[in-house]
């Protein structure tokens, strides 16, 4: 007889359990940490609406767009087309959005034409090199969130980012504790977290990546030198006394009869 099918967990019921509230609020120490000292005037969160991110930030306007019907959120559009100004946005977090939506690289450049030049774009990703990617491909296979989405690696990100002209500044990892789903196990295993940032950064859970749209100003080419020293030469050059009597003789003649 096969063993039963795991249910399929939707990100809210996720959120609910010891696992995700886990997740949750190791991300957003971690988040509150890096992007409290973030000046500006505009902050947008996109996706992930049950947990505001941008609560440490203090820019005048915050606010949390969501996708999905039903949630909590200021603005509800498609990442693939926000309905905002371009260049209009000081900060964009993007908490576990890529590896979940079909088109990210769609959701990449979007984010790219609000942003200002010098925006900074902080994204939240579940790292496959890590326990919780393993355990992705281990029996019984896990079904639903966080498990099926498209882990994405941070070397594929920077290339992607580096296309689009931002510049990666720093990242951080986190969640070195196995998925364990209950809170008894987790804190059991919480020793791992200060450890992994000593031993095996790498192997996080979780990154946060901070990277910066990059805009390339324009550079005026002058002449070289020398041809700036001629050209002034000629310029300044005055005309012969025996030129200028000339010419008004010649005039003059062809005016006779």
């Known amino acids: 007889m096969p063993p039963p099918t795991p249910p399929i967990i939707s990100p809210q019921e996720w959120l609910k359990t010891e696992q995700g509230r886990y997740v949750l609020d190791l991300e957003a120490a971690r988040v509150s940490d890096t992007i409290a000292n973030e000046f500006g005037y505009n902050a947008l969160q996109l996706g992930l609406p049950?947990?505001?991110?941008?609560?440490a930030n203090r820019m005048p306007l915050r606010q949390i767009v969501s996708d999905r019907a039903g949630t909590p959120a200021h603005l509800r559009a498609q990442f693939t087309a926000l309905p905002i100004a371009s260049q209009s946005v000081d900060l964009v977090v993007l908490p576990h959005v890529l590896e979940f939506r079909s088109d990210p690289?769609?959701?990449?450049?979007?984010?790219?034409?609000?942003?200002?030049?010098?925006?900074?774009?902080?994204?939240?990703?579940?790292?496959?090199?890590?326990?919780?990617?393993?355990?992705?491909?281990?029996?019984?296979?896990?079904?639903?969130?966080?498990?099926?989405?498209?882990?994405?690696?941070?070397?594929?990100?920077?290339?992607?980012?580096?296309?689009?002209?931002f510049e990666i500044d720093r990242g951080i990892f986190g969640l070195y504790a196995p998925p364990c789903k209950s809170a008894v196990w987790l804190k059991r295993w919480?020793?791992?977290?200060?450890?992994?940032?000593?031993?095996?950064?790498?192997?996080?859970?979780?990154?946060?990546?901070?990277?910066?749209?990059?805009?390339?100003?324009?550079?005026?080419?002058?002449?070289?030198?020398?041809?700036?020293?001629?050209?002034?030469?000629?310029?300044?050059?005055?005309?012969?006394?025996?030129?200028?009597?000339?010419?008004?003789?010649?005039?003059?003649?062809?005016?006779?009869?």
């Open 50 to 55: 049950e947990r505001n991110l941008l609560v």
């Open 105 to 165: 690289h769609q959701i990449l450049r979007e984010v790219e034409r609000i942003l200002i030049p010098e925006g900074r774009l902080f994204i939240i990703g579940f790292n496959p090199f890590s326990l919780w990617g393993l355990r992705r491909r281990l029996p019984p296979f896990p079904r639903g969130f966080p498990w099926e989405g498209q882990y994405l690696s941070v070397l594929r990100l920077k290339d992607w980012l580096k296309l689009l002209g």
């Open 190 to 257: 919480q020793f791992m977290e200060k450890a992994g940032d000593r031993w095996w950064g790498f192997a996080g859970g979780i990154y946060i990546i901070r990277a910066i749209k990059r805009v390339h100003g324009m550079r005026l080419i002058l002449p070289s030198w020398r041809d700036q020293k001629l050209a002034a030469a000629g310029a300044l050059n005055p005309l012969s006394r025996k030129n200028c009597l000339e010419q008004p003789h010649e005039e003059s003649g062809k005016n006779e009869p």
